[in-house]
């Protein structure tokens, strides 16, 4: 079965500075990938996301991850953090058997400080 | 263009009490997925619709739980009678991706049904 571990309940950044987020996933073949935010009272908007091809994804809002097979990890990125992006991340995994099915990590909540 | 719609967007009952949440996807979109998300936690699939058809189905609660999508659009979930354990909020989300085709593999989501059970 698949599954997705985000190591970090929750995590502070000052505004300025920059972001990583961990995910560490759990699939028996090659893995579709997913960063979703989710603002307070929101849904979930996806960020991005990793199909095959270049590990390295460019996402809205100036987020990027990379995808390391070695590692099975799809960490995600931002170079400079704005006060706007405080909100909780998910990471997903896709099983593709014809259609698709999400496991979401259980999310890490990032807070932004002035 | 409209995205996913969810009503209502909070609901407090008591436990044994029925509630129903209604979700209307984005035109166009065959596949639906009411997902469950507790506090703390990520959202967990509940059941997903292709069309009419409810093809997973595996982790809906179905003593208390029932979900339709009349007419391949619209869908209702329904719990009857609530337990104090299904406090959550409860998500629906809709593609395009279905069986059979390339998939995008990206859901859109409505802003969530609160449920509180007191």
């Known amino acids: 079965a698949q599954s997705v571990t985000q190591p970090d309940i929750h995590i502070t950044v000052s505004e300025g500075a920059s972001l990583e987020l961990r995910c560490n996933y759990s699939?028996?073949?090659?893995?579709?990938l997913f960063w979703y935010v989710q603002s307070p009272g929101q849904g979930l908007q996806l960020l991005l996301k990793?199909?095959?091809?270049?590990?390295l994804v460019q996402g809205i809002k100036g987020f990027e991850a990379e995808f390391k097979r070695s590692q099975s990890s799809f960490n995600l990125r931002k170079p400079s953090v704005h006060w706007s992006d405080a909100a909780e991340y998910f990471c997903?995994?896709?099983?593709?058997?014809?259609?698709?099915?999400?496991?979401f990590g259980k999310g890490t909540m990032l807070l932004v400080s002035p | 263009e409209a995205g996913v719609v969810q009503s209502p967007r909070y609901k407090i009952i008591e436990k044994k009490q029925p509630v129903a949440f209604w979700c209307n996807p984005i035109?166009?979109?065959?596949?639906l997925y009411w997902y469950r998300q507790n506090l703390g936690q990520g959202p967990e699939l509940l059941i997903r619709y292709e069309n009419e058809e409810a093809v997973d189905d595996s982790q809906l609660p179905k003593d208390r739980f029932s979900a339709e999508r009349l007419k391949g659009v619209d869908s209702t979930l329904k719990i009857q009678p609530a337990e104090l354990g299904d406090s959550a909020v409860y998500l629906c989300a809709s593609s395009l991706d279905v069986a059979g085709r390339t998939n995008t593999g990206e859901l859109f989501f409505g802003e969530g049904s609160r449920l509180t059970v007191l």
């Open positions: 990793y199909f095959s091809g270049d590990t």
């Open positions: 699939y028996g073949a090659t893995p579709y």
């Open positions: 997903a995994v896709g099983a593709f058997s014809g259609y698709s099915t999400l496991t």
């Open positions: 035109s166009g979109h065959n596949t």
